[in-house]
């Protein structure tokens, strides 16, 4: 499974909090994307990394931010959470410039009451 | 991002039955993927089509990609229970800052 890991993998929270959630890969793959999946939506991109400290936002970032001080670990925090950010939350890699599949992490579903 | 109709939205087969979906864009894509999510899964990587007309097979799996790159297909024969998830088309944008904007998927539920 491309070496992904997410943490955690469930988590409640209530509203106004700070949440973060992790992504570790252990392959040094320099592109890592952050998506959520709601019923009705599919997936969608929230924010992406190209490298060491080089983000960008995708569709849906607002209340959203991302960091990434090491190439293997890629932070989403929800600044302070609202229930519409309830929601199954996955993390994917890209193996590299020329190849453009990406390979999924396990997910995190984040509860927000 | 480059968006995409993907029907239908629901399927539900007997076993042995063959099962398709379509992916449409009104605009002309560079290249396209497949993703299958079991339930309670992560989506998985199948194919990428990147030439007009493209045609790739994976077993009883046949992925058409259309002569004006603006729709894809995804053709399953004979399903098996195995098959059941929800599958996705994603197209892809350009440039080496490569994203995807993923189609709505198509649920399949297969009745033994």
């Known amino acids: 499974d491309a070496g992904i890991t997410q943490s955690p993998r469930h988590k409640v929270t209530e509203t106004g909090t700070p949440v973060t959630l992790r992504c570790h890969q252990t392959e040094n793959h320099r592109y890592m994307y952050w998506y959520r999946q709601d019923p009705g939506h599919g997936l969608r991109l929230i924010h992406y990394?190209?490298?060491?400290?080089?983000?960008d936002k995708g569709e849906v970032s607002d209340g959203y931010s991302v960091s990434r001080s090491k190439t293997e670990d890629f932070l989403l925090t929800l600044e302070s959470a609202t229930s519409s950010q309830t929601s199954v939350y996955f993390c994917?890699?890209?193996?590299?410039?020329?190849?453009?599949?990406?390979?999924f992490g396990p997910g995190t579903r984040l509860t927000v009451t | 991002g480059q968006q995409v109709m993907q029907i239908p939205q629901y399927q539900h087969v007997q076993e042995g039955e063959d099962f398709t979906t379509y992916c449409n864009s009104s605009t002309t894509l560079s290249n396209i993927q497949w993703y299958k999510q079991r339930p309670g899964g992560h989506p998985v990587f199948l194919i990428q089509l990147v030439k007009s007309g493209e045609v790739k097979k994976q077993k009883r799996l046949t992925f058409q990609f259309g002569e004006a790159k603006k729709n894809s297909s995804l053709h399953i024969t004979a399903t098996q229970t195995t098959d059941v998830g929800t599958y996705f088309c994603a197209p892809g944008s350009g440039g080496s800052n490569y994203k995807l904007t993923f189609g709505k998927g198509t649920l399949l539920t297969v009745n033994p």
């Open positions: 994917a890699i890209r193996p590299g410039t020329d190849l453009y599949e990406q390979y």
């Open positions: 990394s190209y490298g060491v400290k080089d983000t």
